[in-house]
């Protein structure tokens, strides 16, 4: 049986990171084919992208993706939760992807699953931390954060977690399993020095 890897990218260029993300990946899910959703001329945060689409679905091709599909623009300019959800549901609907993989900072999916969960759930005390936080007058996000380290309770091991964009990109993909109830297997790849 064929084994499918799903990867989600900008590629905005495609860059010596992006590579060594992508044969990470093959080489961790042992997969025989790779579909990339890949945002077009606009992207996060409502971007113009620094190439157009073509160049980066030819540069993602060249490096060896087998198929690229353009995320909606809705979803590519749009928050990392959204970002993450749109991604998520086109994989989905392909019914052939086995695997997703994503970088993040921390080498520890586990725990990125863990404040994933708790996002998905949201558990009363947490709504009620979070509302707290939000009464501040702060961001949502920061507010968000703020509450998930109250209701984890243990600084010293949450604390650098959602300091990271790669890492709440990775936990907002993670949510986005949960939500759709996708059979897709997640895999992290951690992020080594800059990107060349």
């Given at each position: 049986?064929?084994?499918?890897?799903?990867?989600?990218?900008?590629?905005?260029?495609?860059?010596?990171?992006?590579?060594?993300?992508?044969?990470?990946?093959?080489?961790?899910?042992?997969?025989?084919?790779?579909?990339?959703?890949?945002?077009?001329?606009?992207?996060?945060?409502?971007?113009?992208?620094?190439?157009?689409?073509?160049?980066?679905?030819?540069?993602?091709?060249?490096?060896?993706?087998?198929?690229?599909?353009?995320?909606?623009?809705?979803?590519?300019?749009?928050?990392?939760?959204?970002?993450?959800?749109?991604?998520?549901?086109?994989?989905?609907?392909?019914?052939?992807?086995?695997?997703?993989?994503?970088?993040?900072?921390?080498?520890?999916?586990?725990?990125?699953?863990?404040?994933?969960?708790?996002?998905?759930?949201?558990?009363?005390?947490?709504?009620?931390?979070?509302?707290?936080?939000?009464?501040?007058?702060?961001?949502?996000?920061?507010?968000?954060?703020?509450?998930?380290?109250?209701?984890?309770?243990?600084?010293?091991?949450?604390?650098?977690?959602?300091?990271?964009?790669?890492?709440?990109?990775?936990?907002?993909?993670?949510?986005?399993l949960n939500l759709t109830k996708s059979t897709l297997e997640p895999v992290a790849v951690k992020r080594i020095g800059p990107r060349l």
């Amino acid at each position: 049986m064929e084994n499918v890897l799903g990867i989600i990218g900008e590629y905005n260029p495609f860059h010596n990171g992006h590579l060594y993300h992508l044969n990470e990946s093959k080489k961790v899910t042992n997969s025989n084919y790779t579909v990339a959703i890949m945002s077009g001329n606009f992207v996060q945060r409502g971007n113009v992208s620094v190439v157009d689409k073509w160049t980066k679905a030819k540069m993602a091709i060249l490096n060896g993706i087998d198929l690229v599909l353009e995320l909606p623009t809705i979803y590519s300019i749009s928050s990392a939760e959204n970002f993450a959800l749109g991604a998520i549901k086109t994989l989905n609907s392909l019914k052939l992807v086995d695997t997703v993989s994503f970088g993040c900072e921390l080498n520890d999916l586990s725990l990125l699953k863990e404040f994933a969960n708790i996002l998905t759930e949201e558990p009363e005390e947490f709504k009620s931390l979070l509302s707290h936080e939000l009464s501040k007058g702060i961001s949502f996000p920061k507010a968000r954060e703020n509450a998930l380290l109250m209701y984890l309770n243990d600084l010293r091991k949450y604390a650098n977690v959602l300091s990271s964009p790669n890492n709440i990109l990775a936990i907002e993909y993670l949510k986005a399993l949960n939500l759709t109830k996708s059979t897709l297997e997640p895999v992290a790849v951690k992020r080594i020095g800059p990107r060349l």
